[in-house]
């Protein structure tokens, strides 16, 4: 059998408010997204999440034809990296590759499968690439509006599934994780302020830097349940967490929370309750919106002492 899917990236402004999307059928697909990122870093994580995706769901002996609007990605991963791969990742020219991250992580997804690229022209009324164009754009629609970002079903089966048909401008609840498990359940009707919490704590536990580094405003710390100060929100994460009791609090100034020079004309503070194998913990973020949509200015992780 061979899995025929669409890919596609988005950016409002490029860089900008950007989402990435694959799509299969109505009723398989997914989408998702940074506050700030650009057109060819959504096609290449649209890459990369379909091909995670379809290891997962079991189909990673399957053959995969992938179907792609842009020329810079196909090159990128058929024609470029092998050579790149082979110098040690270094250009003949000795550039710096851009994205080279994400594209290493392809190159590790591929390995042992059976992969091709076709071109297809965009905008041009295929039913697969205007779908995940759709998707992709909703996402980073959703990202510029602070909205609930609206991710698809992933390979659920039909019973699973919670979109039997595909409608782009309809926030939809949070799917299940494709890494480690999305905390508490994704079925609940969710705020806007929860969903961007969401999306921090999924690309936390699946370890996506990008993402998180997406999420960062200017100056961004995190405080660990040690005690620690970190800059950035990138650290180590449990296998296992359930989150609950989300309360999400407006503040008039996000200096009240952070020491920063910076003014933003929006700000909130959401709580709740981490449960791992550790125990449990306090979790607050105070989240500010900017010219670059909302982003995390501070993450902090308290111990709840059990009783």
């Known amino acids: 059998m061979t ?24 009723d398989c697909w997914d989408a998702g997204g940074w506050p700030s990122g650009t057109n060819n870093l ?3 994580n649209a ?41 040690g990742w270094v250009k003949a020219d000795k550039k710096p590759i851009k994205n080279l991250e994400l594209i290493q992580e392809i190159d590790r997804a591929m390995q042992g499968r059976t992969v091709t690229f ?39 089966s039909p019973a699973e599934s919670r979109a039997t048909e595909f409608e782009p401008s309809t926030p939809t609840a949070e799917a299940a994780s494709t890494g480690r498990e999305i905390p508490g359940d994704a079925t609940d009707v969710q705020t806007p302020e929860e969903a961007l919490e969401r999306q921090f704590l999924e690309a936390w536990l699946r370890a996506n830097s990008l993402a998180l580094k997406a999420l960062e405003a200017p100056g961004c710390i995190r405080i660990w349940h040690n005690g620690s100060l ?8 449990p296998e296992h967490v ?31 309750v981490l449960t791992w194998t550790g125990g449990k913990l306090r979790e607050s973020s105070t989240w500010v919106t900017g010219e670059n949509g909302p982003r995390i200015l501070m993450h902090q992780s308290s111990p709840i002492s059990a009783r």
């Open 118 to 156: 076709e071109w297809v022209k965009g905008h041009a009324g295929h039913p697969l690439n205007e779908r995940a164009d759709d998707a992709a754009r909703s996402c980073a629609e959703a990202y510029r509006d602070g909205r609930v970002i609206p991710r698809g079903p992933g390979f659920a």
């Open 3 to 26: 899995i025929t899917a669409a890919v596609d990236g988005s950016s409002l402004g490029n860089p900008g408010p950007a989402g990435w999307a694959w799509v299969v059928s109505a």
């Open 42 to 44: 959504g096609e290449l």
């Open 230 to 237: 970190t800059r950035g929100l990138e650290g180590r994460a």
């Open 242 to 272: 359930e989150c609950s009791n989300f309360q999400v609090s407006r503040v008039q100034s996000a200096n009240d929370h952070h020491n920063t020079a910076e003014s933003y004309p929006d700000a909130w503070v959401i709580t709740y």
């Open 47 to 87: 890459v990369l999440e379909l091909l995670n995706a379809t290891a997962q769901a079991g189909l990673a002996d399957e053959d995969l034809h992938i179907l792609a609007d842009s020329q810079y990605a196909i090159n990128v991963i058929s024609k470029w990296s092998p050579g790149w791969k082979k110098r």
